[in-house]
């Protein structure tokens, strides 16, 4: 499922595409992506507005319009949106639920298998720029620092464990179960500590090694997984699985100790760590 670097790819390239172009033209195709509005009511506050940024909080890609309003598009497990110029069309693919015609002539396309995903007009938005539906969600770390004080803050005399703290949206807003694992590692501390047992550097290693994990990753344009579901605007993979330590490598040595990585169960989730050097 997407995180925060592969969304903020995606909100990079269309930073490039969309902005300053107009709407022309609206169609959804799905009945499960326009749900806290009609579709009808999307299109009538889509088309004919231009969009004038391209913005993020956490997973959600904020597009704002010329009256003020933001389009929130929601990724979820395996959305997909896709820019296609040029004369030579291809065909609307399979699980195509929404298509934006822009005014000069191309297009932007929402794949979503799993129908997760979810678009939304909003115009009840706060001085940062925030919709009030997304008022619940924490620091982003790439827009505004993830210190350690912060973090430190969040973690203290909490039984939950850090893995289950470290993807709450409401503390830090981006980060799931991928780079979860990948930030505990770079860590050294177990996926399954509890938040509260943590010592002040052990806190401070933690929020060091989220920041360096999360710049690194949109470095890479994110990471594409076996399921190859998510690509960026383009169609192009990221790269950042190559460098993954402990995500999706349970068997394999680690690189740090050579113990094999493991995968544990927290809760209803899984999580893989290294139990040689991870503490
Ligand atoms: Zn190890």
Known sequence: MPELPEVETV???LEG????????????LGRRTVRRQSPAELTIRLVGRS?????RRGKFLLLSLDDDAVLVVHLRMSGQLLHLGGPERPPIAAHTHVVLVLGDGTELRFIDPRTFGEWFVSSDIDSRGVPAELAHLGRDPLLEGLPTAYLAAHLAGRRAPLKTLLTDQRIVAGIGSLYADE???????RP???????????????????????????RSRGSSLRDLRYRDLA??????????AVYDR?????????NRIVRLKIGARSAYCCEGCQL
């Not at 969009?51 to 913005?55: C, K, P, R």
């Not at 169609?235 to 993954?244: A, E, I, K, L, N």
């Open 11 to 13: 909100r990079r390239g």
């Open 17 to 28: 595409v969309v902005v300053g172009r107009r709407i022309a033209e609206v169609q959804v």
């Open 51 to 55: 969009f004038t940024t391209a913005g």
């Open 183 to 189: 930030i505990c590692f770079r860590a050294k501390l």
């Open 192 to 218: 399954d500590r509890s938040g509260g047992s943590l010592t002040a550097p052990e806190s401070a290693s933690l929020a060091k090694s989220a920041r360096a994990v999360l710049r690194e990753a949109v």
């Open 235 to 244: 169609g192009s993979f990221g790269s950042y699985q190559d460098r993954h």
């Open 250 to 258: 349970a068997g394999e040595p680690c690189q740090r100790c050579g």
